[in-house]
């Protein structure tokens, strides 16, 4: 059996409580959009963003599901259905940049999180993060922890650009990019559909058990990175 060398992890639910992404995080999204929108509207990486998000609305309509006509009015209701969205996750970290920036947001990790990732730099293991929040949106919350900036110790960033988590095809590309065998990986998230996949793609996996997670069921499960 082929040793892990590398730790991918999930975000929400697994580093980082649920309550903070959908209380703290996607409020804060929500509150500041319009703003955010009206005061960047002609940089060309919000006008990218918006690009993107007409195109999944036209797709919405086509499927007649009546999304609201207005970009903010759809991020909104984008958010309300945590649809896992590259245009409206790419926005997102932008806007949650402008809070980590003047100190209104900070971000929380469990308490485990960063004693593990000093022990498994120690050990020589690679550290990567999978989530469906943007690249950006991921260093910026790793950078302003309550355990400070954990991001010297992450090697890679991975978001939906490389693909769906529930698609084992993403982890697969994964495992290039970490220079790794999928069996030489361990991926640890508390989405039973994420670990299927991950598994799938040869993946070791454990289910992360976290207070506020949905009740699941997987073969081996943690309750903390102290397991690991």
Do not use: C
Not at 43 to 53: E, T, Y
Not at 54 to 78: G, M, Q, T, V
Not at 110 to 129: E, T, Y
Not at 167 to 190: C, G
Request: without cysteine; proline residues 3%.
């Amino acid at each position: 059996m082929d040793q892990v060398g590398g730790i991918l992890l999930d975000i929400e639910g697994t580093t980082t409580p649920i309550a903070f992404v959908h209380e703290v995080l996607f409020s804060y999204a929500r509150t500041h959009a319009r703003d955010f929108l009206r005061n960047n509207q002609d940089s060309d990486d919000v006008r990218a963003d918006i690009a993107l998000l007409r195109e999944e609305h036209a797709s919405d309509k086509s499927n007649n599901l009546e999304p609201p006509e207005s970009i903010a009015d759809y991020i909104d209701w984008l958010i309300d259905r945590d649809r896992k969205s590259t245009g409206l996750k790419s926005l997102q970290g932008k806007i949650w940049r402008q809070g980590y920036r003047d100190g209104s947001l900070k971000s929380q990790v469990f308490a485990d999180v960063a004693p593990a990732f000093q022990r498994w730099r120690a050990a020589g293991l690679k550290i990567s993060i999978f989530s469906s929040g943007s690249v950006l949106a991921q260093q910026l919350l790793f950078a302003h922890t309550d355990a400070g900036d954990l991001t010297k110790f992450i090697d890679g960033y991975f978001d939906t650009n490389v693909g769906k988590k529930a698609e084992a095809e993403s982890y697969r590309k994964i495992a290039v990019a970490m220079d790794l065998k999928p069996s030489e990986i361990l991926f640890i998230s508390d989405v039973v559909a994420e670990l299927e996949a991950a598994k799938e793609a040869g993946m070791k996996t454990l289910l992360s058990i976290r207070p506020g997670n949905s009740l699941q069921e997987w073969p081996q499960a943690i309750h903390s990175f102290d397991e690991v």
